[in-house]
């Protein structure tokens, strides 16, 4: 063979080669083809399939976060749906958009009398102003400032001036009949602990007891110090059940059951049995805690005229308080957040009435006069009339990512298979930061799907049915479909 004729089939063998190997390593790395903008991928089909939920229960849609042309799936976008707590996203970037993450609240103290020799001679005046966060160590540390002022005893009373907001009477069982559930508490000017205990049980087995912590002190409430443990080898089971507990009486909560010591520490969050009388209540036991002594008694009131603060108690700030509304969905304090757009307007106390009309025009110029405004109702999402377009929450998720409030937002979303409501998620670690939803007939997820690149999207997707419940698998089989469409 001579050298040229070698070369010739040296080169032949390279094709046959090339021919053969090529196209399998082509097959092995090519991308799954996305399918039609307005078609669901398999996988999603089959377990809407498998939950018994029809294709047209969902809504859903999938863009770039950064490119408003780019669509990779629109299913029934634009048809308004009941977004149960994914709603909490209108009310949270409005939040962040209009006040500013480090927004708070002050809740001023106030007397009519001078302090002599400890004694304060007249009436102790808090003026509630919609803090969202002011839970039990708060609620300490407002004591203590006001001792601070040199009062060991007030000789007059102690006054809640919670005009702050003119909200209608509401049953916090009146949704889903839930009444002692912290998530149907009903906001409060002067909010205290969500008008909520949380009652701690501590495995005590040398005195055959579990022992009873129960936050915040409540003066004037027979409270449990401790409770007997079950027999031993007792699984811990449902151990709430076990408990036997009794709130019908508001006056004194009694457990009437056993606590098994293999549950070792547990904590219980219980919606106290009268909301309205709560934060008198938490006042007086606080303040008693402390060591501070009341000649009168708490009671609603207004705050005298000419008056000016002792001392204002700052809250935590906007930013935290988001997080702890879409991390943890507390319904509580998303309302808070719609109330306070109303706040300071110069148009009375705030309703949610006019915290809606102060949203509305700031959503014509911030997603545009095409883009319809969801039906906020009270902002929760804890809701049978909010409704919501899969199309409008994808907006409001591409505008806020090209805001500076993008990270505060994102930041505030459950990571999923990590923490908040998605700790649980079976999408992998950190795959998305996505707000959930959920009622009895919605499951909803809706956020940001990180791609293996740097690649962000959106990602909304609904559903309204009977089974919703059953149709999370498809939900998260969605987010995983596009996690891959970047890559």
């Known amino acids: 063979m001579t050298p040229s004729s070698l070369h010739l089939w040296r080169l032949g063998v390279w094709a046959l080669l090339a021919a053969c190997v090529l196209p399998a390593v082509a097959q092995n790395t090519a991308q799954p083809t996305p399918p039609p903008a307005d078609a669901l991928p398999a996988a999603v089909t089959a377990a809407l399939a498998q939950a018994r939920v029809p294709v047209s229960a969902l809504s859903a ?12 799936l629109s299913h029934r976008a634009d048809v308004p749906v009941n977004p149960a707590s994914v709603m909490k996203l209108v009310t949270t970037y409005a939040a962040l958009d209009l006040l500013g993450s480090a927004h708070t609240w002050n809740t001023p103290v106030y007397t009519d009398g001078p302090v002599t020799g400890g004694v304060l001679q007249g009436n102790l005046y808090l003026h509630g102003a919609g803090d969202p966060k002011l839970v039990t160590e708060r609620l300490w540390l407002l004591m203590r400032r006001v001792q601070g002022l040199g009062i060991r005893r007030i000789a007059g009373d102690i006054v809640l001036d919670r005009r702050a907001f003119q909200l209608p009477p509401t049953d916090p069982g009146a949704f889903d009949g839930e009444l002692l559930r912290p998530y149907n508490a009903a906001p409060d000017a002067l909010l205290i602990n969500f008008k909520s205990l949380l009652m701690t049980f501590t495995p005590d087995p040398a005195n055959g007891v579990a022992q009873v912590v129960v936050e915040p002190p409540l003066g004037g409430v027979g409270l449990p110090t401790s409770v007997p443990l079950a027999p031993a080898g007792t699984a811990c089971g449902d151990w709430r059940g076990g408990l036997k507990a009794d709130f019908a009486d508001p006056l004194r909560i009694r457990l009437n059951g056993a606590y098994p010591a293999s549950c070792a520490e547990r904590t219980w969050p219980v919606a106290y049995a009268a909301p309205e009388r709560f934060a008198e209540r938490a006042v007086l036991g606080m303040w008693q805690a402390v060591g501070g002594q009341l000649d009168g008694q708490v009671r609603d009131g207004a705050v005298p005229a000419g008056l000016s603060p002792r001392l204002v108690m700052p809250s935590v700030t906007l930013g ?168």
Do not use: C
């Not at 806020?400 to 993008?406: I, P, V």
């Open 320 to 487: 935290e308080v988001v997080r702890d509304v879409n991390k943890f969905s507390n319904n509580v304090m998303a309302q808070h957040l719609l109330l306070s757009l109303a706040l300071n307007t110069g148009n009375g106390p705030a309703t949610f009435e006019a915290a809606r009309q102060r949203v509305a025009p700031w959503w014509r110029e911030r997603m545009g006069p095409d883009v319809p405004l969801p039906e906020l109702d009270n902002g929760a999402g804890l809701s049978r009339n909010a409704r919501a377009t899969a199309q409008a929450l994808a907006q409001l998720l591409r505008v806020a990512y090209a805001t500076g409030q993008m990270p505060e937002l994102m930041a505030s979303l459950p990571l999923s298979g990590h923490d908040g409501t998605l700790r649980r998620s079976q999408n992998a670690v950190g795959l998305a930061h996505l707000k959930t939803g959920s009622l009895n007939d919605v499951s909803a997820l809706a956020g940001y799907v990180h791609g293996p690149r740097g690649q962000r999207l959106v990602l909304v997707a609904i559903v309204n049915h009977p089974n919703a419940g059953a149709a999370r698998p498809a939900l998260q089989a969605l987010v995983g479909w596009a996690a891959g469409v970047g890559r």
């Open 61 to 72: 849609l999938v863009v770039d976060a950064t490119d408003p042309g780019k669509t990779h």
